[in-house]
C-alpha cells in the first residue's frame, strides 16, 4: 500500500516566510506504512524537500498510525506540500532523499547543551536560574541569561494599607534533549520558582516545564512555558509572571531601535534617541536610516546644529505595552526611573510582539494569544544602557494580582445531603475544601526571533503574525476520512438539500458560539478557551454566577463537537477554537498534582469550584485530537499524566454523595466500583491512547482485559457498574444488575467503543455494545423482551439518536435507522433556529453593553446536537428523511 497525498496550509495561502520551520500530524491507514522512515515530503513543483518524521501512534499489527512531520524554515514555503511513501509518486521525476542546506545540531557536555541551526545558537546550561545562556546569530550574542520571574503577593488588601511582594527565579533542575534534528531540536527543562532574596526563606513554588523548538535555517526559536499552581489560595496572591531576556547592546542610542506591535498590524517605531521632529534637522538621510532601522550616516556627515546639541536630546530608557483586558492596551516610556512616564498611544488589541535591536542585532519576541489571554504586559527597561530587559509578561505585575480562592463561604452545606439540596437550587456540587485550585496548570506559547540587524517593520509585521497565528500544515478531510481515525465521522456533504439544511444547522452553531465568546468577553488568563454552560434569559446574560451553569469544563463534550467539526470541515477558524479549548480544558480544568491528580473539575463559576473531581473531565478522548493532528509535546504530557488514572477511584469515590450502596461500599482495590459509562469510558480511552502510543502492555492489557469483563456480564454495559480490581486491571463479571444513566454515553463513550469494535476483534464485546446502542431508545416492550425490565434514566433523546444509528448500521437495519431520525427529530429546537435562539439585539439599560438574545438550550444540547448529527450523518446519512 502506498500514500500520496496533498497537505494544504490551514489558513489557506501559505505564509509570507516559515522563519521558524512547522510540524504538524498526520494518519496513515493501517498496514500502509511500516514505520516513518517511509515518509517522504515534496513541494508542489514535484521536488523533495528536507523532512524529519517520528511515529507518534501505532496500529494494533504494528504498522504506523500516526506521525508527526517537521519541515525547516524557508524564505518560499510552498503554496502546497504533498506527502508520499517509499513506493508513492511524487508529481515530479526527483525522488530523491533531500538533505537540508543546514541541519539542527546539538553538542553536549557535562554542563550544557548548544543548539545551532545553522543561523542562530542557543547555549543551555544544565541547571541554574538562566533558561539559556546566551542566543546567537551569526557569532553575534543578542540575548542571554533568559530566565522566568514571578511575583507574589502575601494579601489582598480592601481600602487603606498595603501588601508586600516577593520576587521569585526559575530555577532549572533538569534539562532533556528530547530530539535531536536533523530537521528539528527539542530541548525540555523543568524546575520551580525560587525567592530572590534567599533571607526570605527557600521556599520554590510554581513547577514549570519549558521546551525550545528548533529547526534547521530557523531564525527564530519557539518557547512553550507550562506551570502548575501549587499555591496556597488564601496567601499566596500571584502578582507577576514572566520572562525575562538580557540584550546586550553597543551602539549609540540613536542606533538603537524599539519596535512594538499596536493592533491591526500597527507598529510602534521609534530609536532610544530620536532624531525626529528636533526644532533642527541633523539631514534628511540621517532621519531617513534612522526611520529604517538602519545606521545612521556618521556624525560629522550630520548638520552640526544637531550632532553638537545630541546630549541634549532625551534618551528614552523605558518602554512598557500593558494589555489588562482583552478591550485595551496602554503604551507609555520613560527616561528613567524616578521619573514620570509619558503616554504614547492605547489601542484595543495588541498583537503581544516587541523588539529590541541596534546596528549587530537584537531580540524579538511574541506571545500567542497575548490579548485574549490578559493580562499581559510588554517591559523594555534599561535600553539606554548596554544591558537592556525585555521581559514578556504573561500575566501583568499591573493588573490585580491573582486571587484563586473560593468565591462563597459554603453557604453551611457541611453534610452530604446539604450539598444535595445546594444541588437542587444552584446545580452546584460543593464541598468543603474541593474549590481548591492548587494543581492546576497553564500553558503558554512564545516566539523568539533572533535578529542580525534592526528588520525592516515589514518583515516584524510578518514576524508578530507568525507568533500570533503559527502556520500549519494539514491533511484534507478526504484524506483524514480514508485513514479511518476517530470513528464515526464524515467530509461535508450538501449533495441534498436535507443534508445541506442540516451543514446549515452545524455552520450556525458553531458560529453562533465562535460570536458569544467575542460578544460576552470569555478571554482572560485561566478563562480563554472554555464557553459557558447556559443562558439567563431575565438577565440577558449567560449563568457566569450560578453554581453549575456557569464555565462548561468539557459537560457533554463540547470538544468533541468541535474537533469533529474540523475533521470534516478543515476550517481553520474551527481549529482555532478547538486548539484554544484543548488548551484549557486539559490544563486549567484538570490536576497536574495533589490528591486529585488526573481528575477534572465538573463545570462551575470556578473552574476548579466544584466537588465532583471526576475522569469525565480529563479524559484523553478530549486531548488527542489535538495532540495527534499538531504532535504537540504539551499535549503529549497531559495524555502521559492519565495512564494510572485508574488509582483514583481508590482515592475519591466519583458517585460518593448518591451511591445507593453508601452504607456499606468502602473503596478496596479490589473491588472498586467504576462505571461503565463516563467512567470505562475516560479509562478506555486513557489506555487505548498510551496503547498507540507507547505500545505500553499496562496498557493494553487492561484495556483488552477489561472489554472482554463487559462482554462477559450479563448485561454487559446495562450492568451500569461493575467491581475492578486495580491490582489484576479487571472487573468482576459476576454482577447481575441493570443500571442506566443518561450520562453514560456523552462523555466519549460512544466515540471510543467505535474505535475499539473496528479496532480489536471482541465479538462479546461488540455484543455488549450494540445491545447497549439498540436498547436505550427501544420501546418498553422491547426493553423488556430483551432483558426482563424497561431501562430507567433515559434522557438526551437527540444526543443518544446516535446510539440507535450506530446500531442501526452495524445491523444494516433500515427500520432502526428511521426510529434514530425520529429520535433525532424530538430535539426540535435545534432543529429550528427561530426556536433555539432568539436573535434580537438587547440594548442598554437593560444590559452592560449591546447583545444579541442567546439559546433556549444550553452548551450542552448544542454539543451534543452537534455530535448527533455528524455522527448519524456517517452511518445512516442515505435514510435521512427527504
Known sequence: MTVNTTLRWIDGDAPFELSGGTTWGMPFARGALPGSDAVAVHDSSGQRVASQAWPLATWPDGSLKWAGVALPATDSPSPEYRVTSDGGAAPAADTAPAAPVTEVTVTEDADSLTVSTGTLDMVIRRSGSALFSTLSRGGTVVSRDGRLVSLRQDSLVDGPGSASREAFTGEVAAVVLEQSGPVRAVVRLEGRHRPDNQASGTRSWLPFVVRFYFYAGARSVKMVHSFIWDGEAEQDFLAGLGVRFTVPLESELHNRHIRIAGADGGFLTEAVRGLTGLRRDPGEDVRRAQLAGKPTPPLPDWSELVSRRLHLIPAWNDYTLSQLSADGFELRKRTAAGHAWVG???????????????????????????????????????????????????????????????????????????????????????????????????????????????????????????????????????????????????????????????????????????????????????????????????????????????????????????WYSYLRSGRADVFRFAEAMTRHTGEVDVYHLGPWRGLGSRHNVQHWGCSAKQLRISTPAYRRFYYYLTADERTGDLLTELVDSDQNFLGLDPVRKVRADADTYRPDRNALGVGLGTDWGSLAATWLTDWERTGNPRSRDRLLGTMADIGALKYGFLTGEALYDLDKGRFDTGRERIQVSHLSAVFGLVEICSELVDLVPDTAFEQAW???????????????????????????TQAHSRLSAYAAARLADPALAARAWASFAEGGELLNHEAAFTLRTIEPPYVLLPVDEAPTVSTNDASQFGLAVIQNLALIGDHLPR
Do not use: K
Not at 452545606?413 to 474541593?434: H, R, V
Not at 464515526?488 to 458569544?516: C, H, K, M
Not at 450494540?770 to 434514566?793: H, K, M, N, S, W
Open 344 to 562: 504614547i498611544s492605547g489601542g484595543t488589541r495588541a498583537s503581544g510582539f516587541c523588539s529590541l535591536s541596534d546596528t549587530r542585532g537584537g531580540l524579538g519576541v511574541g506571545i500567542r494569544d497575548f490579548w485574549q489571554s490578559h493580562p499581559g504586559q510588554l517591559d523594555i527597561r534599561d535600553a539606554a544602557t548596554d544591558e537592556a530587559s525585555l521581559t514578556a509578561w504573561l500575566h501583568s505585575p499591573e493588573a490585580q494580582p491573582m486571587d484563586l480562592r473560593f468565591y462563597h463561604d459554603g453557604l453551611g452545606q457541611d453534610t452530604f445531603d446539604e450539598q444535595l439540596e445546594g444541588l437542587e437550587i444552584t446545580y452546584e456540587d460543593y464541598e468543603p475544601g474541593f474549590g481548591n485550585p492548587t494543581g492546576i496548570a497553564r500553558t503558554h506559547e512564545l516566539t523568539l526571533f533572533a535578529h542580525g540587524s534592526t528588520p525592516a517593520t515589514e518583515s516584524l509585521a510578518a514576524d508578530a503574525l507568525a507568533a500570533s497565528t503559527p502556520a500549519l500544515l494539514q491533511a484534507t478531510p478526504e484524506y483524514l476520512h480514508t485513514a479511518r481515525v476517530f470513528g464515526d465521522w464524515a467530509p461535508v456533504d450538501r449533495s441534498t438539500p436535507a443534508r445541506a439544511e442540516l451543514e446549515d444547522r452545524l455552520d450556525f452553531l458553531f458560529d453562533f458560539y465562535a460570536g458569544q465568546v467575542e460578544q460576552r468577553r470569555w478571554y482572560g488568563f485561566w478563562n480563554y478557551g472554555d464557553v459557558m454552560h447556559t443562558y439567563d434569559f431575565d438577565r440577558h446574560v449567560w449563568r457566569y454566577d450560578v453554581g453549575g451553569y456557569a464555565w462548561d469544563n468539557s459537560e457533554l463534550s463540547p470538544d468533541l463537537w468541535l
Open 770 to 796: 450494540l445491545q447497549y446502542c439498540r436498547l436505550f431508545l427501544a420501546t418498553e416492550e422491547e426493553q423488556i423482551d430483551a432483558v426482563g425490565q424497561p431501562l430507567p434514566g433515559i434522557y438526551l
